[in-house]
């Protein structure tokens, strides 16, 4: 099993529309909890990280905890086009210093049509 | 932001031939770099942790006579995939986080290796 499972896609949706991505995980070491997104051919960019459950919003984007069920989801409002990319979650265990591990899921493709 | 460049973003080489990739930080000091792999359609799969002026902690499954790892300054990594392979085609992707600072990663935009 996976430590980190991320539902492939891909995900179309029409502009507007409420996006939900998703992840478990295995590990209940991990703490620290982040989405990236990543357009094609370019490096990733973190767009959100929590490290207790709950929710946290920013802006159109609001990311939701559950360790008590191991799973994660970023939710997207009002979806652009220029939302459309690949999102992963990525998690690490233990306290977040910069020599930590990010653990990466798969991945979820996300296509926003206009 | 924190800026991360990647040099050379495209490469194509021969097989049989070194390929040096270069992840450097712009506008701060990172004591650790992060390499990473990701195959199409695929998540990233870290292959070694770079810290500068010592040597690199790979992954297991990781050559480290393959993927050479050098951290010879505060803003500078290189990956050179030694005797590349076909199957060594990939788009490699290098992070780094600030010496002092929240932890926060920051990417390359990565280098998409093509080996003939």
């Known amino acids: ?21 998703n992840c478990t995980y295995s590990n209940s070491a991990f703490q620290y909890f982040m989405w990236y997104r990543q357009y094609s051919r370019k490096g990733p960019e973190l767009l959100m990280y929590t490290y207790s459950s709950g929710n946290k919003e920013d802006g159109r984007f609001t990311a939701q905890v559950d360790k008590s069920s191991k799973y994660i989801s970023l939710f997207i409002r009002d979806s652009q086009p220029s939302d459309s990319a690949t999102y992963l979650c990525a998690m690490i265990g233990g306290v977040y210093s910069s020599a930590s591990k990010i653990i990466f899921g798969s991945g979820t493709r996300l296509s926003i049509r206009p | ?103 926060e990663l920051f990417f390359g935009e990565g280098s998409r290796l093509t080996v003939l």
């Open chain 2, 1 to 103: 932001g924190a800026v991360v460049s990647q040099h050379p973003s495209r490469v194509i080489c021969k097989s049989g031939t070194s390929v040096k990739i270069e992840c450097r930080s712009l506008d701060f000091q990172a004591t650790t770099m992060f390499w990473y792999r990701q195959f199409p359609k695929k998540s990233l799969m870290l292959m070694a942790t770079s810290n500068e002026g010592s040597k690199a902690t790979y992954e297991q499954g990781v050559e480290k006579d393959k993927f050479l790892i050098n951290h010879a300054s505060l803003t500078l990594s290189t990956l050179t995939v030694t005797s590349a392979h076909p199957e060594d085609s990939s788009f490699y992707i290098c992070s780094a986080s600030k010496a002092s600072g929240t932890g």
């Open chain 1, 1 to 21: 099993q996976k430590e980190v499972e991320q539902d492939p896609g891909p995900l179309s949706v029409p502009e507007g529309a409420i996006v939900s991505l």
